[in-house]
Protein backbone atom coordinates (compact mmCIF):
# COMPACT_ATOMS: atom_id res chain seq x y z
CA UNK A 1 0.00 0.00 0.00
CA UNK A 2 1.80 3.75 -0.65
CA UNK A 3 1.56 6.32 1.71
CA UNK A 4 0.31 9.91 -0.08
CA UNK A 5 0.99 12.75 1.17
CA UNK A 6 -2.48 14.79 1.34
CA UNK A 7 -0.72 18.05 0.95
CA UNK A 8 0.69 16.56 -2.79
CA UNK A 9 -3.11 15.56 -4.10
CA UNK A 10 -4.21 18.07 -6.65
CA UNK A 11 -8.51 18.48 -5.64
CA UNK A 12 -8.35 18.34 -9.69
CA UNK A 13 -6.72 14.89 -9.84
CA UNK A 14 -9.07 11.68 -9.35
CA UNK A 15 -7.76 8.93 -6.41
CA UNK A 16 -7.02 5.68 -8.24
CA UNK A 17 -7.82 3.14 -6.27
CA UNK A 18 -7.02 -1.18 -6.47
CA UNK A 19 -10.46 -1.66 -5.65
CA UNK A 20 -12.93 -3.39 -7.93
CA UNK A 21 -16.27 -1.29 -9.62
CA UNK A 22 -19.02 -2.29 -7.33
CA UNK A 23 -20.54 -3.58 -10.66
CA UNK A 24 -17.31 -6.09 -10.82
CA UNK A 25 -17.60 -7.15 -7.29
CA UNK A 26 -21.12 -8.12 -7.77
CA UNK A 27 -20.77 -9.93 -10.73
CA UNK A 28 -17.92 -11.49 -8.60
CA UNK A 29 -20.41 -12.39 -5.49
CA UNK A 30 -23.03 -13.69 -8.27
CA UNK A 31 -20.77 -16.05 -9.79
CA UNK A 32 -19.23 -17.36 -6.06
CA UNK A 33 -22.76 -17.71 -5.32
CA UNK A 34 -23.55 -19.64 -8.11
CA UNK A 35 -20.70 -21.86 -7.71
CA UNK A 36 -21.45 -22.42 -4.06
CA UNK A 37 -25.32 -23.80 -5.17
CA UNK A 38 -23.88 -26.04 -7.62
CA UNK A 39 -21.42 -27.45 -5.31
CA UNK A 40 -23.99 -27.86 -2.63
CA UNK A 41 -26.29 -29.59 -5.01
CA UNK A 42 -23.50 -31.99 -5.57
CA UNK A 43 -22.69 -32.96 -2.15
CA UNK A 44 -26.41 -33.48 -2.07
CA UNK A 45 -26.49 -35.73 -4.49
CA UNK A 46 -23.32 -37.22 -3.36
CA UNK A 47 -24.78 -38.12 0.25
CA UNK A 48 -27.92 -39.49 -1.21
CA UNK A 49 -26.19 -41.82 -3.47
CA UNK A 50 -23.73 -43.11 -0.50
CA UNK A 51 -26.65 -43.59 1.99
CA UNK A 52 -28.54 -45.65 -0.74
CA UNK A 53 -25.23 -47.63 -0.86
CA UNK A 54 -25.34 -48.36 2.55
CA UNK A 55 -28.84 -49.24 2.93
CA UNK A 56 -28.49 -51.46 0.12
CA UNK A 57 -25.48 -53.14 2.08
CA UNK A 58 -26.90 -52.65 5.36
CA UNK A 59 -30.10 -55.25 3.73
CA UNK A 60 -28.12 -57.64 1.46
CA UNK A 61 -26.19 -58.32 4.90
CA UNK A 62 -29.14 -59.00 7.33
Known amino acids: M ?3 DPELLS ?4 ITS ?3 EPA ?5 L ?8 QLN ?3 DRAV ?6 LELTQNHSN
Open 48 to 53: AEIRAS
Open 18 to 20: DRA
Open 41 to 43: EYC
Open 30 to 37: EALLQRSQ
Open 2 to 4: KNH
Open 11 to 14: AHEP
Open 24 to 28: TLAGN
